[in-house]
Every structure is written in structure tokens, then in C-alpha cells.
């Protein structure tokens, strides 16, 4: 009968694209090559704008305060696993040692009890992690909402029906590309957005 179940938390964090759907290397689409348009258009109205989602999100000052949470969040969960992980193979030991000089049965009952509870420590830590994941989701996802308006508006004054993900355009003029710019209304507009979708509380 196994004593002890071995702690073993893995601290997942997502990193700010997380929030969008994923892809596999073999299938990612590399940005579009960047064409310079004739001079006399470099900058008129055009029907279609691109945006790099990732990078819209991770240049702006909101993205900037999401990694800063996350990074500091996530060494506190770090730090927090590694507590319980040795506290928990320090009780070990010292339930092993009392092996010897105890009954069978009363060494067996403190044996399940400990698993017991390294178990439920294990479950309490991934909960902590999936609470950490699903709030850098959340905050993410307020941040494409409130950049919705935005980008509606950047959109109107530069004449344009419709906004593309760069990513997907197989070829595309610089001139179309908004990403820079919005990130610069962005900051003006939202500012880093501390505080629109709370962390979750200590556990």
C-alpha cells in the first residue's frame, strides 16, 4: 500500500494568446508579408484593415498588466507548491520512520488519512491554477470587448468595411495594417484596465 501519493501540482499559466483559438505549428499562418503601396497611396481610405490580434493584446498597456499578474501570480502559486511539497515529504518521513514501533493497523489508518490529504492538497493547488487560467481568460476577453468600439471607430475614419486577422491574409499593404495605431488609442482610451475583472481571492 502505497504511504504516500506524491505532490505533484503543475503550475499551468496562460500566457495572454491563450484566449484565442489555438493552432498547431504545421497549420500556424505566418504573418503577411508586409507590400509598400505606390507613394500617391500610402495612406487612403481602404476598404479592408488587418490587426494582429496577439500583438494588439500584448503591446497595449492592458496586455503589458495582464503578463505582470500572471508572472507574479503565478510565482506565488510556484512558491506556495513548493511549501506544501515539502511539508508533505517531511511528514512522510516521519510517518515511515514510525513504521516500526507502531500497530499494523493503527500505522495503516494514519497511512490512509496522509493520503487523504496529499490528495486533497494536490486537487486545492490545480484548482488554484485552472482559477488563475480562467481569470487571465476572462480579463482578455474584456479587453477585445472594450477595444470593439475603438476599432469601429479607427475604422470609419479610415473608410473601411471590414477588419481582417493579419495572420489569415495571405498578402497585404502596410498601409492597411491598424494594429500600432490602435494600440496607441487603446492605451489613450482604456489605460492598462486594473481592476475590470477581479483575481480570484487567496486559497
Known sequence: MAVYRRLAVALLLVAPGLALAQQSPQDAVPPAPAVQPPADAARSA????????????????????????????????????????????????????????MDPAEFRKLAEAFDTRATEVRRQRAQVVQDLNAWAEADRTAFYRAARPLMAEMMQERGAVAVLDRRTVFVSMDAIDMTQALVARLNAALGDGAGTVPLPGPK
Open 46 to 101: 481602404a476598404p479592408i484593415l488587418t490587426v494582429d490580434q496577439d500583438v494588439l493584446f500584448a503591446a497595449s498597456d492592458w496586455g503589458r498588466r495582464t503578463q505582470r499578474v500572471l508572472d507574479e501570480e503565478g510565482g506565488k502559486i510556484e512558491a506556495e507548491n513548493e511549501r506544501l511539497a515539502s511539508q508533505l515529504s517531511a511528514e512522510e518521513a516521519t510517518l515511515t520512520e514510525q513504521r516500526g514501533t
